[in-house]
């Protein structure tokens, strides 16, 4: 019985030698009756599976190609050599024998490392693993890894099989390339004539000379327009330059879309002997894509709209699949691609007009954009606006970004409808993240471009710029968000505050008869060290000595990614610590329905938000709506609805943001660290006058349903929008006009 054998290799069918090597050693072994599994460690690879997922059947061989071991995708940090290490010397472990093939030895740093890895792997191994050139030809490489003799096969065979055998096993697109119609066509020879199978060739080379990242951008910036009436999200973003180096990678990418393309440059004269046809396909073929044909190009591209064959595909059509990569569903679209009417919808698809400025009030909607499922402040904010343009007449069009829309039904039908007059995009996203939403979701549509941003600190970070140059409007929900980005932004910042409508609390057991039990509450992804629970844990303990059973606290909590950017000074260990030593400290570290949460904050005497910067501030609202008592840091968002006369707000001193604090680099930001004994004092002060502490919250509750409550944020919403000339009048306004 043969045993199987899997194949660490690129697989790349790029015509070099050691893909040849690799094809021919694969087919050998086929033809020899073994079953190759070919793996790979390159995601986007074209292989049959990824080696870290592969389950190696018992008394299976191996064969490593350490060429292809060493190409890390995705960098080259420690990490991750070290996840790869640890797979290949797993699959060693788990093989019966296993044979690394090398190149030939050279001086050089790459040559030398390969081999000093294949030593490692076969010392590792206590000497299961056997070395082997890539000079020695694959059928006896395969006769030393099965144990027989073979005999050498075709090398033209080999990579067609292979072709013909990763086409209907591998988990990648087959994707059209020059390699992959080459094998194909040379496999269907029989049933093609020499005209066509040339014409095809040589259209392919021409369009695979074509960078795969100038056709995306081509494609990308079909429909843009960077003139003076374009929405300025497209004038930002198709600017020259960016202010800042330093931007994240979606806007140092759009940085790169704005400046000229090379490859659209005509070449210089008398660079061979290609006509001026050939000479200025490129770039026409490229404007094309793009929708921004110039002079000239028409003419270039006529000869290609004749037929490729009797089929749906033009010469012309094929240049663009090519260009841009398109995949296909089966090698047999590489056979005859001109009989494949999928091949030609897939192009006719993939150019879709240009979007006309214009657009009529019928066609015009609200789009709401941002994150919908993720639990965090964002999800609950981009709902609350889906609820409050409801109630206000407004049905928004739902684009949530990670495709989450599961609580769409929650939302109560409008009353009224009420049109807006132009394409609107509301987006509940971090800045840094609406460069990207807005190029994919906008397409160049000339609308108004509304964020509902958020931030924590006093300084706004680099990565925020570009998002507030591609902005109409802002909308932020305290004053603190007011005074930050007012001075940053060319346009209107408008406090809009927050609609709260919270479910029905679930029942949640209260304290022992005569205990006062205190709360905090955080999500830990959040930014543990920003929402400083630590300082809560030690005012109560410095308030409550530990022999006074008379108080409790409850710290409740998110589980904590392990070594998460948030939690620098280590609190949530160090609360562990302390609660495992003091019994009155419980410490809730899961994820609980928002009902249990509200269950819990009801319980409780009152709620601690010890922050050093919120934007707005969730738990201290919604224990204010709940009529639970608050003592919170005086600063930051929490400041418009945790006054003296509703809340006890404790003071702070500002200090710099230590580095390495913040998610992203802020230079000049600072927040505040809360007064310790000013919050010992607090604790103490809500124990010893219960009553006083209940009618503040009282009256903070009625704050919340007059300035917070959803029906005035729709309120809230239509008046802007109708100020703005967005929103259509009603039809008790028209009468009026009318009248």
């Not at 090398?155 to 072709?163: F, P, R, Y």
């Not at 927050?498 to 205190?518: E, N, Y």
């Not at 009282?698 to 919340?704: I, K």
Request: positive net charge; proline residues 9%.
């Amino acid at each position: 019985m043969v045993p199987p054998v899997w194949v660490l290799g690129s697989f790349t069918l790029n015509g070099g030698r050691a893909a040849r090597h690799t094809a021919q050693l694969a087919a050998d072994l086929a033809a020899a009756g073994s079953v190759p599994q070919l793996l790979s460690f390159h995601p986007g690879t074209y292989a049959a599976d990824c080696i870290e997922r592969f389950d190696m059947a018992p008394g299976a061989r191996g064969v490593i190609y350490m060429r292809s071991a060493m190409r890390l995708p995705g960098g080259r940090s420690l990490r991750l050599w070290r996840a790869r290490w640890r797979a290949l010397r797993a699959a060693i472990t788990a093989s019966q024998r296993s044979f690394v093939i090398v190149s030939p030895l050279r001086p050089q740093p790459a040559s030398l490392l390969e081999h000093l890895l294949a030593w490692a792997l076969a010392h590792g191994a206590r000497n299961r693993v056997r070395r082997l050139r890539l000079s020695v030809a694959p059928h006896r490489c395969v006769s030393r890894v099965l144990g027989t003799p073979t005999t050498a096969g075709g090398e033209t065979d080999a990579e067609i099989w292979l072709l013909t055998h990763l086409s209907a096993v591998s988990r990648v697109s087959l994707r059209l390339t020059q390699a992959h119609l080459r094998h194909a066509l040379a496999e269907a020879a029989p049933g093609i004539d020499g005209h066509t199978r040339q014409t095809l060739l040589s259209m392919t080379h021409k369009a695979q000379r074509i960078p795969a990242q100038a056709a995306a951008q081509a494609l990308r910036r079909r429909g843009l327009e960077a003139g003076p009436h374009a929405p300025p999200a497209v004038r930002a973003a198709l600017a020259p330059g960016l202010r800042s180096p330093d931007l994240p990678r979606i806007a140092e990418h759009l940085r790169l879309i704005g400046q000229p393309w090379r490859i659209w440059r005509r070449p210089a004269p008398g660079r061979g002997n290609r006509s001026l046809a050939d000479r200025g396909l490129t770039p026409a073929l490229l404007r094309h894509i793009a929708g921004d044909p110039a002079e000239g190009d028409a003419k270039i591209l006529a000869p290609l709209r004749q037929p490729l064959g009797p089929g749906p595909m033009t010469q012309l059509d094929w240049l663009i699949a090519v260009a841009l990569r398109l995949p296909v569903e089966s090698i047999g679209t590489l056979k005859t691609p001109w009989r494949c009417p999928d091949l030609a919808r897939a192009v006719r698809e993939a150019l879709p007009p240009p979007v006309a400025a214009a657009t009529t009030p019928e066609d015009a909607a609200l789009q709401l954009v941002g994150l919908s499922g993720t639990g965090t402040g964002l999800a609950r904010n981009y709902w609350m606006s889906a609820q409050a343009l409801s109630r206000a007449g407004i049905q928004p069009q739902l684009r949530p970004v990670d495709g989450r829309a599961d609580m769409v039904s929650t939302l109560p039908p409008p009353r009224t409808r009420r049109q807006v007059t132009r394409p609107v995009t509301l987006l509940h996203l971090n800045a840094d993240q609406i460069p990207q939403a807005l190029l994919a979701l906008e397409q160049g549509r000339s609308g108004f471009h509304i964020g509902f941003l958020l931030w924590e600190l006093d300084r706004l970070p680099r990565a925020h710029r570009l998002a507030l140059d591609m902005l109409d409007e802002i909308w932020v929900p305290s004053l603190f968000l007011l005074r930050l980005y007012r001075p940053a932004f060319r346009g209107r910042v408008i406090l809009m505050r927050k609609g709260i409508a919270l479910p029905v609390a679930s029942a949640w057991p209260g304290p022992a008869p005569g205990v006062t039990r205190f709360l905090t509450c955080f999500d830990s992804g959040s930014s543990t060290v920003r929402k400083n629970p630590l300082a809560a844990v030690r005012a109560f303990q410095s308030a409550f000595p530990r022999a006074d059973p008379s108080a409790e606290l409850v710290v409740k909590t998110t589980p904590a990614p392990p070594g998460h950017w948030g939690d620098p000074e280590g609190q949530i260990a160090a609360i562990r610590a302390l609660a495992a030593r003091d019994p009155r400290i419980t410490v809730i570290e899961r994820r609980l329905p928002q009902a249990d949460i509200l269950g819990l904050i009801g319980s409780a005497d009152a709620l601690i938000s010890p922050h050093r910067a919120e934007g707005f501030g969730y738990f201290p609202a919604y224990a204010l709506v709940l009529g639970v008592p608050v003592i919170a840091t005086d600063y930051s968002g929490t400041q418009d609805f945790c006054t003296p006369l509703t809340a006890l707000p404790v003071p702070a001193r500002l200090r710099p943001v230590p580095a390495g604090h913040s998610i992203f680099k802020t230079p000049g930001a600072r927040w505040a660290d809360i007064d310790h004994d000013a919050l010992v004092a607090a604790l103490r002060k809500v124990v010893r006058d219960p009553a006083a502490a209940r009618a503040r919250a009282e009256r903070g509750r009625m704050l919340m349903e007059s300035d917070y409550s959803m029906a005035a944020h729709a309120r809230r919403y239509a008046v802007r929008l109708e100020a703005l000339g967005l929103l259509a009048p009603t039809e008790q306004d028209a009468r009026s006009v009318g009248a």
